[in-house]
């Protein structure tokens, strides 16, 4: 099967910051376990909620990448691609890759305007 060459072999990821998708889709996300509440477990309780910036889960982004978007720390942005959206609170963080944002798992769904569906 050529999908498994029985050794160790790198494939080429279907979304990838090297992919078609990047062009459209510029910074890679990483999605990692909340240090604040276990998954979505307790987001209403007080060490999440105090983790949030304007009610929203924060997203680190490089201070280069929020520049070139126009963005400032506290900003509230829409964080999309094609299969969903969030709403999120920036944070700037020098520790990141230029091109890499941050954004904990497990928030719950707290639309700016329930009445909009995007």
Same mark, same amino acid.
């Given at each position: =099967?050529?999908?498994? !060459?029985?050794?160790?072999?790198?494939?080429?990821?279907?979304?990838?910051?090297?992919?078609?998708?990047?062009?459209?889709?510029?910074?890679?996300?990483?999605?990692?376990?909340?240090?604040?509440?276990?998954?979505?477990?307790?987001? @209403?309780?007080?060490?999440? =909620?105090?983790?949030? !910036? @304007?009610?929203?889960?924060?997203?680190?982004? @490089?201070?280069?990448?929020?520049?070139?978007?126009?963005?400032?720390?506290?900003?509230?942005?829409?964080?999309?691609?094609?299969?969903?959206?969030?709403?999120?609170?920036?944070?700037?963080?020098?520790?990141?890759?230029?091109?890499? !944002?941050?954004?904990?798992?497990?928030?719950?769904?707290?639309?700016?305007?329930?009445?909009?569906?995007?």
């Amino acid at each position: =099967m050529p999908d498994c !060459v029985g050794h160790a072999t790198w494939y080429k990821p279907t979304e990838w910051l090297g992919g078609p998708r990047a062009a459209r889709y510029p910074l890679h996300l990483i999605a990692n376990q909340p240090r604040t509440r276990p998954h979505s477990q307790l987001d @209403h309780g007080g060490a999440s =909620m105090a983790s949030k !910036v @304007h009610g929203q889960e924060p997203i680190r982004i @490089h201070p280069q990448d929020a520049a070139g978007r126009g963005l400032r720390a506290s900003d509230i942005v829409r964080v999309f691609n094609d299969r969903g959206a969030c709403l999120a609170g920036v944070v700037l963080d020098g520790g990141l890759r230029p091109g890499v !944002v941050q954004l904990a798992t497990g928030a719950w769904y707290g639309p700016a305007d329930p009445a909009d569906p995007d």
